[in-house]
């Protein structure tokens, strides 16, 4: 069974930072690319973020590059993703999503967690 479980969403004001993370369990977790989806209300959903378990190599939207870094604890058997300079169009839920291989993650990922509010207020 894989399991998939965010925290760390919360409220903050613009130029703040918080720090996600995704406990991961029922899969091999150095196999695996793990990594974050948003979704705010009106909006595509877009991806984030993702890490390659096994190389650290990392993935970042344009949107999010140089303010966001992905991280991984393999022996956590967890993903951080720390955001800082928090802008107002950051405000979304963060899903915590995995699979086998980038390609597959980036066209819509198997495995999914439920989600952690984020809003940014200006």
């Known amino acids: 069974e894989v399991q998939l479980v965010e925290s760390g969403g919360g409220s903050v004001q613009a130029g703040g930072s918080l720090r996600l993370s995704c406990a991961a369990s029922g899969f091999i977790f150095d196999d695996y690319v793990i990594g974050w989806f948003r979704q705010a209300p009106g909006k595509e959903r877009e991806r984030v973020s993702c890490?390659?378990?096994?190389?650290?190599?990392?993935y970042y939207a344009d949107s999010v590059k140089g303010r966001f870094t992905i991280s991984g604890d393999n022996a956590k058997n967890t993903v951080y993703l720390q955001m800082n300079s928090l802008k107002p169009e950051d405000t979304a839920v963060y899903y915590c999503?995995?699979?086998?291989?980038?390609?597959?993650?980036?066209?819509?990922?198997?495995?999914w967690g439920q989600g952690t509010q984020v809003t940014v207020s200006s």
């Open positions: 999503a995995a699979d086998r291989t980038v390609g597959r993650w980036y066209e819509g990922a198997d495995y």
């Open positions: 890490i390659m378990n096994s190389n650290g190599v990392t």
